[in-house]
């Protein structure tokens, strides 16, 4: 398998699985972890959690993963990171990641990020990470910038009739 399971000190990066089905219903079902996903309203029947596992574990060789982030010390779940639109010939990936709000500010998603960035380059050998952020989404720049993402591009969503602003953020690796 291409897409491996990650490990870092604190936490396990496991491959979405079937058997995360409630926790991706809880996840995309909280308006809290929503507030900034202008791509897809909040999940409001558990047979929609099913369609995001499927998504991410089509057969491979494919172009998007994502990993359930799970805290070593009690293997509570907090969130999700992964890549999606990974364009091989053009060396590029978008990221996102996500995380409950009661883990927020623990540095659990700096540490996932920096390993999933890790396998992107080791593994992925890509020379682009982007990742569109929501202009309002200041804890997610923030996080990105520390990331060593560099403002590049911006662009507007249009979800339920009304434009969002965005920025394009792109970590450029060097091999």
Request: glycine fraction near 4%; aromatic fraction near 14%; charge should be negative.
């Amino acid at each position: 398998m291409f897409f491996e399971n990650l490990e870092t000190e604190r936490l396990y990066l496991n491959n979405i699985d079937k058997e995360d089905r409630d926790f991706i219903f809880s996840q995309f079902s909280d308006d809290t972890v929503n507030r900034y996903l202008y791509d897809a309203e909040p999940l409001i029947d558990i047979s929609e959690a099913d369609e995001i596992i499927e998504f991410y574990m089509a057969p491979e060789p494919r172009i998007q993963n994502r990993w359930i982030i799970i805290r070593k010390s009690d293997n509570e779940k907090m969130g999700t990171c992964g890549f999606h639109c990974w364009d091989k010939k053009l060396g590029r990936v978008e990221a996102g990641y996500d995380l409950k709000e009661e883990f927020w500010g623990s540095g659990y998603m700096m540490e996932a990020m920096k390993e999933s960035i890790n396998f992107a380059k080791n593994q992925m050998r890509v020379n682009e990470i982007t990742a569109c952020i929501s202009t309002e989404n200041q804890k997610s720049i923030k996080l990105a910038e520390s990331l060593g993402f560099v403002l590049s591009d911006s662009n507007t969503v249009i979800f339920r009739g009304k434009e969002y602003p965005h920025n394009i953020y792109s970590l450029h690796i060097e091999y």
